[in-house]
């Protein structure tokens, strides 16, 4: 039977990258492609950022493709589609690969007559998605604000077990624990604590750094990462940080596994100043079709699709971003020749 596959293009970008990262989809699987809407633009058709039809199409596919949505300003209703759906799933496990293809090198970002060598970058970021401080439980007493930090051990066993999971199938030697025990004794010394005991039973190296620590190292000596795993909010803004170490957030894809369904989204965002001008870098939503097909046990069509990425990196058959000149869909027919002429 085909597996389903939902797909919501969203706003502005998403619905230009989503299109060209689906031909490489359905010419190297057998799927079932179902259509959902949501977004700003949904919003503004019918009151909805996150149709109850969009939702009960994620709850009958096990795949969901998702773009990017806008978030709208002043809206006091306003739920985000994505952490809607991550929520409604339990999709417990952010997953971002962090892999620059060994190609780029970074100028400008240390000053005049510096630059930032980061070739062969090639780590993986896996946050917890589901505690933290993003439980939302806040509230202000008098003129005090008040955030509950939520970190169970239950959820911890899980994403640190995914985590060394993940790094034993995919052949990865070393998972780092980040977490700032040394003043959150309680919630992210649970963490810690935790992620210890279940490394006991992997053959796979195993260290942890304090959060600050790790947010300059990541930057100055990002071959000291293989796997991290961490808190959901500490994971956030990691991973946010990483992609710097991208050259562009074009080449940054992400998953949220949950234990019967998972999705898929390009880390960057709607991007309303160039939607619509066919500029847009498919790369990070074709990655996401890679992720699929590692995800469904299909690594080698995965590592096919990114095989052909880094072609046109080292061809410069890239888009603006990347320092190039070709436009959305030309990147996407350059990575489906590739992909073809394998075949």
Request: aromatic letters at 8%.
């Amino acid at each position: 039977m085909k597996r389903k596959v939902l797909v919501i293009e969203g706003d502005g970008i998403g619905k230009e990258v989503i299109p060209e990262a689906v031909k490489l989809l359905t010419l190297l699987g057998d799927f079932e492609i179902l259509k959902g809407d949501a977004g700003l633009e949904c919003y503004r058709r019918c009151k909805e950022f996150l149709p109850r039809e969009t939702l009960e199409k994620a709850e009958e596919s096990d795949i969901i493709l998702f773009g990017a949505v806008t978030s709208p300003k002043g809206v006091k209703d306003y739920k985000s589609p994505i952490l809607t759906l991550r929520k409604t799933f339990n999709l417990y496990a952010n997953v971002r690969p962090i892999n620059n293809f060994g190609l780029l090198r970074l100028e400008g970002y240390l000053g005049k007559n510096k630059f930032l060598d980061v070739k062969n970058v090639d780590l993986v970021i896996i946050r917890e998605n589901t505690e933290d401080l993003y439980v939302g439980f806040e509230r202000e007493l008098y003129d005090i604000a008040i955030a509950d930090r939520v970190v169970s051990k239950k959820a911890s066993e899980r994403i640190v077990r995914f985590a060394f999971e993940y790094a034993k199938e995919n052949k990865r030697k070393r998972v780092s624990c980040i977490h700032k025990a040394n003043v959150l004794k309680v919630t992210d010394g649970l963490f810690l604590k935790t992620f210890y005991e279940v490394a006991k039973n992997y053959k796979i190296e195993a260290d942890d750094y304090l959060v600050d620590s790790a947010s300059y190292l990541l930057i100055k000596e990002p071959e000291r990462f293989d796997v991290i795993v961490t808190t959901n909010m500490f994971g956030d803004i990691l991973s946010d940080e990483a992609s710097l170490l991208l050259g562009s957030l074009g080449l940054a894809p992400s998953a949220n596994i949950g234990e019967r369904k998972a999705l898929f989204e390009p880390v960057h965002g709607s991007a309303p100043d160039i939607a619509g001008k066919g500029i847009a870098n498919p790369m990070a939503a074709i990655l996401c079709v890679a992720m699929i097909f590692d995800y469904i046990g299909e690594k080698e069509k995965g590592n096919l699709i990114r095989e052909a990425i880094k072609h046109c990196i080292e061809e410069g058959k890239v888009t603006k971003d990347l320092g190039g000149s070709l436009k959305t869909h030309e990147v996407a027919e350059e990575i489906i020749k590739y992909v073809t002429n394998y075949e």
